[in-house]
C-alpha cells in the first residue's frame, strides 16, 4: 500500500513538473505577423525573411534553423505567402546580433487569409 502511494505522489510531481516545463516554454513565445517583403537562402544554417512589421526583437528579419524539424514546412509556408501576397504570422523564440541588427528567431508559423 505504502508503495503505491509512492509511485502515485512521484508520477503526479513528474506530471505536474512536465507541465511547468511546457507551459514555460510557451511563455517565451511571441508571436509576430505581416506580409513577407524578402527572402533570403543564406548558405549556412538559416533560412531567412523579412515582414513588413518587426518583430520583439525590434527587427524585421526572422530567421529559421536548417535544424529545425520543420524547416522546409516554414520555408514552404514563407514561399507560398510571399507568391499568394498573404499575411503570415510566426512565433519568436528568441533574438540574436547579426549584421548589427537583433534578429528574430523563430519556431514555428501560420498563414492567415
Known amino acids: 500500500m505504502f508503495c503505491k502511494k509512492v ?3 512521484t508520477m503526479a510531481l513528474a506530471l505536474a513538473g512536465m507541465a511547468v516545463i ?3 516554454a510557451y511563455a517565451q513565445s511571441y508571436e509576430a ?7 533570403w537562402n543564406e548558405p ?11 518583430g520583439i526583437c525590434g527587427s524585421q ?3 529559421i534553423s536548417r535544424a529545425n524539424s520543420n524547416y522546409k514546412e ?34 514555428h508559423g501560420f498563414i492567415l487569409r
Do not use: P, Q
Open 33 to 39: 505577423t505581416g506580409t513577407v517583403s524578402g527572402i
Open 61 to 63: 528579419h526572422f530567421h
Open 74 to 107: 516554414m520555408v514552404a509556408m514563407v514561399l507560398t505567402a510571399l507568391a499568394a501576397n498573404k499575411t503570415v504570422g510566426v512565433y519568436v523564440t528568441g533574438c540574436r546580433t547579426m549584421y548589427g541588427t537583433n534578429r528574430n528567431i523563430i519556431s
Open 22 to 24: 511546457s507551459s514555460s
Open 44 to 54: 549556412g544554417d538559416e533560412f531567412i525573411f523579412t515582414l513588413n512589421n518587426k
Open 7 to 9: 509511485v502515485s505522489i
